[in-house]
Antibody, heavy 120, light 110 residues
Framework: QVQLVESGGGVVQPGTSRRLSCKASGFTFRTHAMHWVRQAPGKGLEWLAV????????YYADAATGRFTISRDNSKNILYLQINSLRLEDTAVYSC?????????????WGQGTLVTVSS | QPALTQPASVSGSPGQSITISCTGS?????????VAWFQQYPGKAPKLMIY???ERPSGVSSRFSASKSDNTASLTISGLQAEDEADYYCTSYTTSSTWVFGGGTKLTVL
């Protein structure tokens, strides 16, 4: 079955960097655009970024522009999110999501997420 | 990008119908037929309930329906059941090729 498993979270200090991963299985990863979304504790969902199926096109939310980089390795079925200069307000569960089909823009299935806690 | 506007909470009794609104702008909700709704239980991953404004994914109850008028999308849940109690989020594609979420609506089944 379709599965998305995020990893790379943990407790990190402000100002440091972290790379999150999302391992995909059960579908043809290389044909689907992929998204990152986060949710701070007790808060709503915040869309962060999307990458095209081939990695050629990337779009970011204003809040993610500059410090966040989305990338993918289609040979390994892995999606990445690099976060630099981490801030306290970056504390959140970070989840990846796949588009419904290669032709659809909407994302449907999400992983369970990985928690990043920024704390000194 | 500012979030789409949703009511913070709505409530209804079992069997009743409720509607959750999601207001954006011409740059998002009003500009594209790419509005989706997600249901989220505490501690769980969101579940897609509606996509492309009105479409229901396979397996989603027909009690869930949605529509759009100008810059406002709406999710209606009919025949409210206790299991519908959850947070609901709308999201829309935007002119920047990005997506934006609403602030979320907590549905309470009385």
């Amino acid at each position: 079955q379709v599965q998305l498993v995020e990893s790379g979270g943990g407790v990190v200090q402000p100002g440091t960097s972290r790379r999150l991963s999302c391992k995909a299985s059960g579908f043809t990863f290389r044909t689907h655009a992929m998204h990152w979304v986060r949710q701070a504790p007790g808060k709503g969902l915040e869309w962060l970024a999307v990458i095209s199926y081939d990695g050629e096109h990337k779009y970011y939310a204003d809040a993610a522009t500059g410090r966040f980089t989305i990338s993918r390795d289609n040979s390994k079925n892995i999606l990445y999110l690099q976060i630099n200069s981490l801030r306290l307000e970056d504390t959140a569960v970070y989840s990846c999501a796949k588009t419904m089909t290669p032709a659809k823009k909407t994302f449907d299935l999400w992983g369970q997420g990985t928690l990043v806690t920024v704390s000194s | 990008q500012p979030a789409l506007t949703q009511p913070a909470s709505v409530s209804g009794s079992p069997g009743q119908s409720i509607t959750i609104s999601c207001t954006g702008s011409n740059s998002d909700v009003g500009g594209y037929d790419y509005v989706a709704w997600f249901q989220q239980y505490p501690g769980k991953a969101p579940k897609l309930m509606i996509y492309d404004v009105t479409e229901r994914p396979s397996g989603v109850s027909s009690r869930f329906s949605a529509s759009k008028s100008d810059n406002t999308a709406s999710l209606t849940i009919s025949g409210l059941q206790a299991e519908d109690e959850a947070d609901y989020y709308c999201t829309s594609y935007t002119t920047s090729s990005t997506w934006v979420f609403g602030g979320g609506t907590k549905l309470t089944v009385l």
